[in-house]
Each structure stands twice: as C-alpha cells, then as structure tokens.
C-alpha cells in the first residue's frame, strides 16, 4: 500500500466550478506539502502544512492529522489552474525525504 | 531574481553515452535534491545533499552519480548503467533537509536512444 493516496486521478470541471482534491496518508507526518505542476513541467510549492487550514487566493488547504487527511479546494476555478496537483509528505522525526503521491491531473474548461 | 535553473530543457543522448544534468541554485539553500519523474508515477528521489561536500543516495540511486563541491551547484551524471535513463529529471532546493518547503526547478526532459 502507498503511503500517500490521491484521489480522484483525474477530474475534469467547468469553469467556475468549486474543485476538491484529496490526500490520504498512512505515516506520521511533521507536515503536508501540495504542489502544482503545469504541463511545461516545472514544479511550484503552494502550501506546507502541519495543522487546520491555510489560504491563498482562490485556494485553501485543510490538513486532519487524526484522519491522517488533507485536501485541496479551488474556488471559482479557471482555465490557467489546469495542472497536476501533488501531494508530498514530511515523515515525523523531520526526514529529509519527501514522499510523493502520484498526483491528480486537473482540466478546467472554459 | 533567485531561483534554481537546470539546463538543458531538453537532451537527447546514444545509449551507452553519459550524460550531466545541471542544476544551480542563488537561493543561498543548503539542501539540494534530484528527483526522477515517469509518467503515471509519483516523484522519486535520486540523490539528496544537505551540505557542501556531503550527499546521500535516494531511492533510486543506481546508475546515477552527483557532486556537490559548491554551495550552489548539484549536477547529476547519468551513466550508462542506468538501465532506463529516459525521463523527466526534477532538481529542488530547501533551507534545509526536513522542515522548510522545497524550491523546484522547470526540470531537464532527457531522451536516450
């Protein structure tokens, strides 16, 4: 079993629609990393998490450490916020190791 | 402005050949990472560094090699042991090891033939 599950694999909205990605995980964490990846391929940080919620802009990330869950919200989606979203762990004891969830591609049309 | 750069975009190599990637960062970081990406898989990590002179293997090391003599500069060697060399390579830097989100460079797409 993979430490770090995403789901859905793929999801494809509409344009405007309010988009939900989760992440499940089976290891103690020191935190919670999501990511995004665009199809060019670079890579940028959006959130490090360790506890309850953080927001930035349209999006907001949510962290239950006793589910040992987090996810990512999208309001008001669009177009540009197609990309693969990846979940990546910080395992307890401060790893210098991320592990990585196979990620969700998102397609927002317009 | 800081940020990490690899280069090339993208390289195209013979088997049997090695081949360098680079990656430098301005970010004045002390840990540097490669990461390996295939399609459908997650991240994968290939070497890591958190200090000048100092590196540890991933895991998936075998058939790569690094260096890390200066501060700012990871390249990676991928050798012709490296059974299935063709991928997108990934470099990411961070304050340091554990704790402290990483920085990503826009990645090197090799091609071995």
């Known amino acids: 079993k993979n430490e770090v599950e995403q789901s859905p694999q793929n999801l494809t909205a509409q344009e405007g629609e309010f988009i939900t990605i989760n992440c499940s995980y089976s290891?103690?964490?020191?935190?919670l990393h999501w990511l995004q990846q665009h199809p060019g391929g670079g890579i940028v940080s959006l959130f490090m998490?360790?506890?309850g919620k953080k927001k930035h802009g349209r999006l907001i990330a949510t962290i239950n450490i006793q589910e040992k869950h987090s996810s990512l919200h999208i309001t008001a989606s669009h177009p540009r916020d197609s990309a693969v979203y990846i979940c990546a762990l910080d395992a307890q004891g401060g790893s210098e190791k991320l592990v990585f969830g196979k990620g969700t591609k998102l397609t927002v049309n317009p | 402005d800081g940020g990490i750069t690899q280069s090339p975009k993208y390289l195209f190599r013979k088997e049997g050949q090695n081949v360098t990637l680079s990656c430098e960062q301005n970010l004045n970081h002390d840990a540097m990472y490669w990461y390996r990406q295939d399609p459908g898989q997650g991240l994968r990590l290939i070497y890591y560094s958190q200090i000048v002179n100092d590196f540890q293997k991933g895991d998936i090391a075998e058939g790569y090699s690094v260096s890390r003599e200066k501060k700012e500069s990871f390249p990676l060697t991928v050798t012709s042991a490296q059974k299935n060399p063709t991928a997108f390579y990934l470099c990411?830097?961070?304050?340091?090891?554990?704790?402290?989100?990483?920085?990503f460079g826009p990645g090197t797409r090799l091609t071995v033939t």
């Open positions: 998490l360790s506890s």
């Open positions: 990411a830097s961070s304050r340091l090891a554990g704790y402290y989100e990483q920085y």
């Open positions: 290891v103690g964490i020191s935190a």
